[in-house]
C-alpha cells in the first residue's frame, strides 16, 4: 500500500522567529507528518514595493504594512534554513520548503532539496518552470486560482523540459484563507487525474480537518495543510491553519482512511467478522413440538438466531415436506 503522504505546512507561520519555527517542527514531527514545509524567497524578488495584499492578509496581520514590507520581516536566511534542516532531522521529520522566485529554486537546490512543491501563484510562470524541471527530480504542482487548461500549460512545460509523468502529483487546491466549503469543489480533484493521469493530491484551506480526510478517500497520495501554534497569533495564514492537536487529529484520521480503503474490494466476510456470522445469522426453527412425520408449515416453523441451522433462504423449499424426526419448541431444524 503506498502511504498518503502528509505535508504539514508551517509557511510564513514562524512570524521571522526560529524559536517558533523550531516549536512548528516539533508539532508537526510529534503529530507524526512525513514533511514540514517552509516558504523560501527574497521579497525584493518576490513582489514590487507597491504590491497590495490579499483581502485575508489585511484582516490577519494588523497592520498597515505593504505586501513587500510583509514579507521582508518573514524571510529565512541560508543558516536559517541550514538550521533548520538540521533539526527537522534530529526530530526524524523530513524537510520542505517552496521556493518563490529564481534564485530561491537554485538555494534550495543547492542545499540538497530534490522535491519541489510549486505554490498555485506560479503555475502559469513559464521561466519558473523550465528552472524548477531543470534542478529537481520529483514535483508536487498545487493548482489554485487555474482552471484545467492552465494545469494542463503547466504540465505539458514540465513535460517538455525532461520531467516523467510518474514524477509529477498535481494537487488540488483553491487559493482562499479559508476556504469557503461550498468552494472546495473537492471532484476536481479527479478531473485533474481523468485529464492528466498523473498522481493526485489536495492542498487544503478550510477550517477544520474534514476535506482532506475526504480527499483520501477519494484517492489523493498527497495531502497539505497549514498549521500553526496559535491561530491568535498575528500573521498572514495563522487563521485558516490548524492547531497542533487538530494537526494530529488529521493525521490519525487519514492514516485510518489508509487502512479502511487498501482492502482487496472484493465483497466477502473479513477475517474479524467471520465469527459473528452464526452468532447474527438465523436458522430455521420449530416454533413448537413438532411430530416425526407431521408437515412443516408456516404455522409450526419460525426463523430464529443463532445461524447454526438451515438457512431462510431455504424457506419456501422446507415449507410442505415432512418432518424426518421429533422437534421440541425451539430447536433447530436441520437437514440430517
Known amino acids: 500500500m503506498d502511504k498518503v503522504i502528509i505535508i504539514a505546512e508551517a509557511g510564513v507561520n514562524h512570524n ?58 518573514l524571510e529565512l536566511s541560508k543558516k536559517n534554513h541550514l538550521d533548520l534542516i538540521t533539526y527537522c532531522q534530529a526530530k526524524g521529520v523530513k524537510f520542505l520548503s517552496t521556493g518563490f522566485d529564481l534564485d530561491s529554486l537554485t538555494f534550495l537546490s543547492d542545499i540538497g532539496i530534490t522535491l519541489s512543491k510549486i505554490p498555485s501563484g506560479e503555475i502559469t510562470n513559464l521561466p519558473y518552470l523550465e528552472k524548477v524541471a531543470s534542478l529537481y527530480s520529483e514535483f508536487i504542482l498545487s493548482t489554485g486560482m487555474a482552471n484545467i487548461d492552465e494545469v494542463k500549460d503547466a504540465y505539458k512545460v514540465l513535460i517538455d523540459n525532461g520531467v516523467k509523468s510518474s514524477n509529477i502529483t498535481i494537487l488540488h487546491c483553491n487559493t482562499e484563507y479559508p476556504t469557503p466549503m461550498e468552494d472546495v469543489n473537492l471532484k476536481a480533484m479527479l478531473h485533474i487525474k481523468e485529464e492528466l493521469g498523473t498522481a493526485i493530491g489536495y492542498s487544503d484551506h478550510t477550517l477544520g480537518i474534514e476535506v482532506p480526510i475526504a480527499a483520501v478517500a477519494l484517492g489523493a497520495k498527497v495531502i497539505e495543510k497549514h498549521f500553526t501554534l496559535d491561530r491568535n497569533l498575528t500573521g498572514p495564514d495563522h487563521r485558516a491553519s490548524l492547531e497542533p492537536n487538530e494537526l494530529k487529529e488529521m493525521v490519525k484520521a487519514i492514516r ?49 438466531r443463532p445461524g447454526s441451522g438451515i438457512s431462510p433462504m431455504l424457506w419456501n423449499h422446507i415449507i410442505g415436506t415432512k418432518a424426518i424426526r421429533d422437534f421440541n419448541a425451539e430447536e433447530i431444524i436441520k437437514l440430517n
Open 256 to 304: 485510518n482512511i489508509e487502512i479502511a480503503i487498501s482492502g482487496s474490494g472484493i465483497k466477502e466476510p473479513s477475517p474479524s467478522e467471520t465469527k459473528n456470522k452464526t452468532i447474527v445469522r438465523k436458522s430455521i426453527i420449530a416454533l413448537k413440538k413438532i411430530k416425526k412425520g407431521e408437515v412443516l408449515t408456516k404455522n409450526n416453523l419460525g426463523i430464529k
Open 16 to 73: 521571522g522567529d526560529m524559536n517558533l519555527a523550531k516549536q512548528l517542527i516539533d508539532a508537526a514531527a510529534d503529530a507524526g507528518v512525513d514533511y514540514v514545509k517552509f516558504q523560501t524567497f527574497k521579497a525584493s524578488k518576490l513582489v514590487t514595493k507597491s504590491a497590495t495584499r490579499a483581502d485575508y492578509q489585511n484582516e490577519n496581520t494588523g497592520n498597515n504594512d505593504s505586501q513587500y514590507e510583509m514579507l521582508k520581516k
